[in-house]
């Protein structure tokens, strides 16, 4: 079973917006055993004893009143730590799968409950946005998270990103909410207000144009740029080479442009210039909006 990588924010989204994309994938396979518990096997990478993986299965069994026994394993081919939902995708793909062998009927809300709750092993706390994509594909936005309300849309959408080969940042996302600003304007606050507004309806639509207005930022984005490298740079070509939007894909250092077809390899170039510019390696991918690991089994 496979759950692709994800971007979540998008610029004004923060925390409720995130899209999936066929840049990357995780896989897992399951086999049913006797007796009560998941036994994990992680291929590739290591994410230690406490993982979203366990603890999803946890949050799942609790959810659905039941325990199996579960043998896992996970290959996890999303650069990690690199903001493209490389913990959720795993704890996604591996739920799917399971859920898949054992023949369940699972509400899609469930699955994302359950994998958001593990992301507390990964990011210190509950994240649903990241898993909510990797679990629906398109475009998701969580419309409530007490309950857990989530609307997909499927809007044709072609992004170039660039995934910059740098040390991991320790505790990143903590550091990276750190940064954020307490307190804002009220004009501020109206002008994001606007901005996701327009995100919403550029997905509803399918409108590139709707969707580049909100991936426009003034309170996230400025706060978390000089933690980003090479940010500026790779905007800026982005941009001058046509690109429609650009964002830092959630909480980086990877980031996301949103283009046109027409012009995806251009863009990807520049992206491409703009890393060895600043001295650093990095691989750049031009992805389309992909159906996620859900999609396999309903």
């Not at 849309?153 to 600003?181: A, N, Q, W």
Request: charge should be neutral; glycine fraction near 8%.
């Amino acid at each position: 079973m496979k759950a692709p990588s994800t971007s979540a924010n998008l610029g004004s989204g923060f925390d409720v917006v995130a899209v999936a994309h066929d840049a990357y994938f995780a896989e897992a396979y399951i086999k049913l055993t006797s007796g009560c518990g998941v036994d994990i096997k992680f291929r590739g990478f290591n994410p230690g004893s406490d993982n979203t993986v366990k603890r999803a299965f946890q949050h799942l069994f609790e959810r659905l009143g039941r325990c199996w026994g579960v043998e896992a394993e996970v290959v996890n081919n999303i650069p990690i730590a690199r903001g493209l939902g490389s913990s959720g995708a795993s704890a996604v793909a591996a739920l799917a799968a399971f859920i898949r062998e054992a023949g369940l009927r699972v509400e899609p809300a469930v699955v994302v409950e359950a994998a958001g709750l593990g992301e507390v092993a990964a990011a210190g706390s509950p994240h649903f946005d990241n898993v909510a994509a990797a679990a629906l594909g398109g475009a998701v936005v969580i419309a409530s998270v007490k309950p857990l309300e989530l609307v997909k849309f499927m809007p044709k959408l072609i992004f170039v990103i660039g995934v910059p080969d740098v040390p991991p940042m320790p505790e990143k996302t903590k550091v990276m909410r750190s940064v954020l600003p307490r307190e804002v304007s009220f004009r501020t606050y109206v002008a994001q207000l606007a901005r996701v507004s327009a995100l919403v309806a550029g997905f509803a639509k399918s409108d590139p144009r709707l969707v580049a207005l909100g991936m426009s930022d003034e309170v996230v984005e400025p706060a978390r740029a000089p933690y980003v490298p090479a940010y500026g740079r790779v905007k800026r070509y982005a941009l001058e080479a046509g690109a429609l939007a650009v964002s830092i894909s959630g909480a980086g250092p990877s980031i996301i442009a949103l283009v046109e077809e027409k012009n995806s390899d251009v863009v990807k170039a520049a992206v491409e210039r703009a890393y060895i510019e600043e001295g650093l390696r990095a691989e750049v991918k031009v992805a389309s909006i992909t159906e996620g690991a859900l999609a396999q089994i309903i």
